[in-house]
């Protein structure tokens, strides 16, 4: 048999090549810079990492052109630095595992449809964005989405979408509970309107005080609120009372910067700590304060009071228009290994942040698409009861149960002989055969 070790350009050990002879393996190294056609029957192991996934080893496969059933791993890293006894028994017992598939599998990259889904309907800025990348859009009031492939099918319309992206809304509400005696005094103002309110006023010995609550990382307050780094020289005293304050955006750093120099004051603490009332003349806001690292209160009174609203991302209601019995969890935590506005359905992505940004990551994801075989079993889980009558069933024994947290059916590739047995009694219709569909065309088993 003939064996392509790949994935190493050094020396190996003397375990690794001594086995492959005494089996009377004929092997070749083949390193990835240094790829070359490989023998129909040739066995390709990756002398890798446990950790590499089936989609990996099936992308591996269509770059080399051979069948993902003769590409197999095994777990060099984490074996080398073991006895060399331990090494050569594992070897050993991973060789006499390779055995020939009796099915052909073709490896092949499949790309979504080009044409995203918006939900809910009515953002001109991301229309005329995706307008631009040429992706088409579509926005409907009702529809339900069922998964097909590596594409979403939207119903009743009949349109396939490669992509879906959700539309937050925003709920704003005032960072502090707000006395109606205060709100009496006139003299408390939106952020948005402020410049404009300031515009029209003396700025003369002037008090203005702002109260941000956390989390609140919206740039676009955030910009408005170190732009009023130019109202000190002019005599105006400026009092920003947040629980934090948001640099981590490009040039915020050195905007705070200039802000602090300029005299704007940034005390950081609990707005839980701050108390209102209207002055005696009703013509002010009387501020009180304990610092986060002072045991006395602060006193001030405010010409003008700006409550920043606290500012709370809604998603639309997807689970209820994805036909899925996958759990749809949409606010995901940082991740490395995910896209940006990703979630864990894949082409499923959320609209927050930079819209030219997420129109990149949604096109980048359509023009890679993903690495898919024919010709093998194909288990849906999101269908499956696990009613086990494919197990039962199965002459050859190639049907099992995997998994640790979630259980599942597994084939076994190379015990299956392709009988469709399984395909024909699943009561819900979760096994199919991508060989036998190709050839049946739309008579599913």
């Known amino acids: 048999m003939q064996v392509a070790l790949f994935g190493s350009d050094r020396s190996l050990p003397l375990w690794v090549t001594e086995e492959l002879e005494r089996m009377a393996f004929s092997f070749e190294v083949v390193t990835p810079e240094k790829t070359k056609a490989l023998l129909p029957s040739s066995f390709v192991v990756v002398l890798g990492s446990a950790l590499l996934t089936e989609d990996e080893v099936a992308e591996l496969a269509l770059r080399l052109g051979v069948n993902p059933l003769r590409v197999a791993v095994f777990p060099y890293e984490e074996v080398r630095d073991l006895p060399e006894e331990k090494c050569r028994t594992l070897w050993q017992g991973f060789l006499r595992s390779l055995v020939p598939p009796k099915i052909d599998v073709a490896a092949q990259r499949v790309t979504p449809t080009r044409r995203v889904l918006l939900y809910p309907e009515g953002d001109e800025r991301l229309c005329e964005a995706f307008a631009r990348a040429r992706i088409p859009v579509v926005s409907f009031p009702s529809f339900v989405l069922s998964r097909k492939g590596v594409d979403f099918h939207v119903m009743p319309h009949d349109i396939p979408v490669g992509a879906c992206v959700l539309i937050p809304s925003l709920q704003e509400e005032p960072p502090v509970v707000l006395p109606r005696e205060v709100l009496d005094t006139g003299r408390v103002v939106a952020l948005e309107r402020l410049p404009q309110v300031l515009g029209l006023s003396s700025l003369r010995k002037m008090c203005v005080v702002l109260l941000v609550?956390?989390?609140?990382?919206?740039?676009?307050?955030?910009?408005?609120?170190?732009?009023?780094?130019s109202l000190p020289p002019q005599g105006a005293q400026v009092l920003v009372l947040a629980e934090e304050v948001f640099v981590a955006r490009e040039g915020f750093e050195e905007a705070f910067r200039r802000a602090r120099e300029a005299g704007v004051l940034f005390e950081k603490l609990p707005l839980s700590r701050v108390s209102l009332s209207p002055?005696?003349?009703m013509r002010r806001v009387v501020v009180t304060y304990t610092p986060e690292n002072d045991p006395f209160p602060v006193r001030c009174e405010a010409h003008w009071l700006v409550p920043v609203s606290r500012k709370t991302c809604v998603l639309p209601p997807f689970d209820k228009v994805l036909l899925s019995d996958r759990e749809v969890v949409l606010e995901l935590p940082e991740n490395p290994n995910l896209l940006p506005f990703a979630t864990n359905i894949p082409g499923v992505f959320v609209a927050w942040g930079d819209v030219e940004d997420l129109v990149v990551t949604v096109s980048r994801y359509l023009e890679e698409g993903s690495i898919q075989e024919e010709g093998r079993v194909r288990v849906d889980a999101e269908r499956c009861a696990l009613c086990l009558t494919c197990l039962r069933s199965c002459p050859t024994g190639a049907i099992g149960l995997s998994g640790d947290l979630k259980r599942c059916i597994a084939v076994n590739e190379a015990?299956?002989?392709r009988c469709g047995i399984c395909a024909g009694l699943c009561p819900a219709k979760a096994i199919t055969f991508e060989v036998v569909h190709r050839v049946l065309g739309n008579h599913r088993l």
């Open 213 to 229: 609550p956390s989390p609140h990382p919206y740039p676009e307050d955030w910009e408005r609120i170190f732009a009023l780094a």
């Open 279 to 281: 002055s005696l003349d």
């Open 415 to 417: 015990l299956c002989a």
